[in-house]
């Protein structure tokens, strides 16, 4: 099996949270009790039962009352500093799937909350999440049961709008790459995030903080933070 990625277009992306519910019901994760908070992105963050979230970000742009989506998930990292930091730390939560790419929690092992929080820190996007009374880790499976079956991952194969992709690598990158090309007429600030070493590639139109605080992190802040964790690790 290929190296597989996603591709995240936000400019498709209507915020239906079709992929939000499909994440929910494929895993069967349990809703999340939520109150209004003068916002509709609901629930409130990720958690230990809710891997994908669709975060609002309302906002003024030239003028006009503007909404921002962003179909947030693991992005399962080539070298993903969540493993390197568990590896040091000797917490055999987490591993990769060689033939895919895949970064996969095991929520069956009990972890510390003391090394959780490293873990979470490790994380440049904020996606490990932890359940203080089974003290397992949890997060986005890129629906491995799934695509070992030949499926798409489920929040893909529910969005209506061509927001989600999944595939082999090298297609999704030429996917991203050509419609990258395509909204920049439009949108000349659009962008690819990090789409060289992340397998969840983001097209965004504007800059990426106007979306959310960990949407992007830059390329050479990436690579210091795993500088830092590989030499640490030894
Ligand atoms: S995005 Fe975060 S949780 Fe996901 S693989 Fe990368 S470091 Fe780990
Ligand atoms: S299913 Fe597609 S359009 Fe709906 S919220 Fe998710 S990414 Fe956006």
């Known amino acids: 099996m290929a190296d597989k990625s996603f591709f995240i277009d936000t400019s498709k992306c209507t915020a239906c949270r079709g992929?939000?519910?499909?994440?929910?019901?494929?895993?069967?994760?349990?809703a999340t009790k939520t109150v209004q908070r003068g916002s509709h992105q609901n629930p409130e963050d990720l958690s230990y039962s809710t891997f994908k979230l669709v975060r609002f970000s309302e906002l003024e742009v030239d003028g006009k009352q503007k909404w921002y989506f962003f179909p947030d998930q693991c992005r399962h990292c080539s070298q993903p500093p969540c493993m390197i930091m568990a590896d040091m730390l000797k917490v055999k939560a987490i591993t990769k799937d060689e033939a895919t790419g895949a970064v996969l929690y095991n929520?069956?092992?009990?972890?510390?909350?003391?090394?959780?929080?490293?873990?979470?820190?490790?994380?440049?996007?904020?996606?490990?999440?932890?359940?203080?009374?089974?003290?397992?880790?949890?997060?986005?499976?890129?629906?491995?049961?799934r695509i070992k079956e030949g499926l798409l991952p489920a929040c893909v194969k529910t969005c209506p709008t061509g927001a989600m992709n999944f595939g082999d690598r090298d297609k999704i990158?030429?996917?991203?790459?050509?419609?990258?090309?395509?909204?920049?007429?439009?949108?000349?600030?659009?962008?690819?995030?990090?789409?060289?070493?992340?397998?969840?590639?983001?097209?965004?139109?504007?800059?990426?903080?106007?979306?959310?605080?960990?949407?992007?992190?830059?390329?050479?802040?990436?690579i210091a933070s795993l500088n830092h964790l590989t030499t640490v690790a030894g």
């Not at 090394?115 to 629906?143: L, N």
């Not at 050509?178 to 949108?187: A, D, E, F, G, M």
């Open 173 to 222: 990158l030429e996917m991203a790459q050509n419609r990258l090309k395509k909204v920049k007429t439009i949108y000349p600030k659009a962008e690819l995030l990090n789409s060289d070493f992340l397998r969840t590639v983001f097209l965004v139109i504007d800059d990426p903080k106007k979306y959310y605080k960990f949407a992007d992190v830059k390329n050479e802040n990436v």
């Open 19 to 30: 992929c939000q519910i499909a994440c929910k019901q494929w895993n069967m994760n349990p």
């Open 107 to 145: 929520p069956k092992v009990k972890v510390k909350g003391a090394d959780f929080k490293q873990i979470r820190e490790a994380c440049p996007w904020d996606i490990p999440r932890w359940d203080e009374k089974t003290q397992g880790m949890a997060k986005c499976t890129m629906c491995i049961d």
